[in-house]
Every structure is written in structure tokens, then in C-alpha cells.
């Protein structure tokens, strides 16, 4: 049998297999629905890879299907994983986070937070060089700070 023949029984073989569907995509055709009824629960043939399993040998197609979809869903649960992360970097990290006073804040002053020295602004109160201060909040450039102490022996109290 010539290579052309061999080819064109093997795209016949494939369309009786395979019924063609416009835009809607792949759709097995009732004879071979027929034959594998008793996995076809199973299979979803819309989602996207199961045509592998109709052009290629099944140990073939499931060796490739299973590490993509594997490594697909450690990919979908990393992103998930890092969009539901607190922030990293910013202003919205410095909230809540300690720092140390290294310029006397009365009521303003420098701390060092993070490795960075920022403008700092205590609501009246008085801080000393060396004193840790927790950032509540910020207001452009400038952190705002308080008494660590003061929240804690208000929520003991």
C-alpha cells in the first residue's frame, strides 16, 4: 500500500471516530459513544487535552495529560495562593509592624523600619531615641506612630 493510501485510510479511520463540530469543538460521534458507554461518565470530552486520548494510544496520552494537568493545578494554586497573601511591600506592609525611633519624635521624628529610615509622626506623644514604636497608620510619606505598650494594656484591660 502506497504512504498516500495509508494516509488518507488513517484520516478516514480518524473521522468515523471523531464527528467535526464548526465552532463547537470535538464530539464523539454515537458509534464510538456506544462502545465506551461504560467509561463515558467519566470523560468530559469538552474539557480541553481530552482529544489526546482519541489521536494518540491511551498510555501516550494519559503519560502527557496527567504531569500538564498536575503541573496545572500547582500553578492555579500558587496563583490563589499569592493573591490571597497579605501585601508584601508598600505602606499596606509597614502597618502594624514595629520600628525603632532614631531620631527623637516630638511629636515628629525618624524611624528605621524594614531597613529604611522614614519620616515619622506620633499623635502628642513624646518618644525617645531608641524606643520602639508600632505604625498604625500612614499619611503620604510620613508613618504614623504609637505606644506599643498602650495597646496592649488596653486590650488586657
Known amino acids: 500500500m502506497s504512504e498516500a493510501k495509508s494516509i488518507k485510510k488513517s484520516l478516514n479511520k480518524r473521522r468515523r471516530i471523531l464527528d467535526i463540530e464548526g465552532n463547537t469543538g470535538v464530539r464523539v460521534c454515537p458509534e464510538v459513544e456506544k462502545e465506551f458507554s461504560h467509561v463515558s461518565h467519566y470523560l468530559d470530552y469538552s474539557h480541553p487535552g481530552f482529544g489526546l486520548f482519541f489521536f494518540l494510544p491511551f498510555r501516550v496520552a494519559l503519560s502527557i495529560y496527567l504531569p500538564v494537568a498536575a503541573a496545572s493545578g500547582f500553578v492555579y494554586f500558587k496563583i490563589l495562593k499569592a493573591m ?74
Open 84 to 157: 490571597s497573601s497579605k501585601a508584601q511591600t508598600g505602606f499596606e506592609q509597614m502597618v502594624g509592624e514595629e520600628a525603632v525611633v532614631i531620631e527623637d519624635l516630638d511629636p515628629e521624628g525618624k524611624v528605621e523600619i524594614m531597613d529604611e529610615i522614614w519620616k515619622a509622626r506620633s499623635n502628642g506623644k513624646k518618644f525617645p531615641k531608641g524606643r520602639k514604636v508600632k505604625v498604625s497608620g500612614v499619611q503620604g510619606l510620613v508613618l504614623i506612630v504609637e505606644d506599643p505598650e498602650e495597646k496592649r494594656n488596653s486590650a488586657k484591660g
